[in-house]
């Protein structure tokens, strides 16, 4: 069975950084692509990034571009992703989710592994 696991959540300052990590257990999903979406409060879940297995494709939402960066250490079966200049907007549950290939990565039905979520909370 597969399993993700999000960790590295916390409080920040605004302008800080953070580091989430996902890692997968169960099977290598080298025929899947990893994603992170986040879920303001109030607000319904938002694509932020997404990356292959291989780590060679990444896609970046407008709203974190130059600020984000999704990652991956195949030894580890492990993903991550750095939030850096962090703004209270950014503050919300992070998922991991993994998508077959094939499908949009942007969209949220086509991930078919979802974790639990780690609360990141960016303070002004």
């Known amino acids: 069975q597969v399993q993700l696991v999000e960790s590295g959540g916390g409080l920040v300052q605004a302008g800080g950084s953070l580091r989430v990590s996902c890692a997968v257990s169960g099977r290598t999903l080298s025929d899947h692509g990893m994603g992170w979406f986040r879920q303001a409060p109030g607000k319904g879940q938002e694509f932020v990034a997404a990356?292959?297995?291989?780590?060679?494709?990444?896609y970046y939402a407008n709203s974190v571009k130059g600020r984000f960066t999704i990652s991956r250490d195949s030894a580890k079966n492990t993903v991550y992703l750095q939030m850096n200049s962090l703004r209270p907007e950014d503050t919300a549950v992070y998922y991991c989710a993994a998508a077959p290939y094939g499908n949009n990565w942007f969209l949220l039905g086509s991930y078919d592994y979802w974790g639990q979520g780690t609360q990141v909370t960016v303070s002004s």
């Open positions: 990356i292959s297995w291989s780590g060679g494709t990444t």
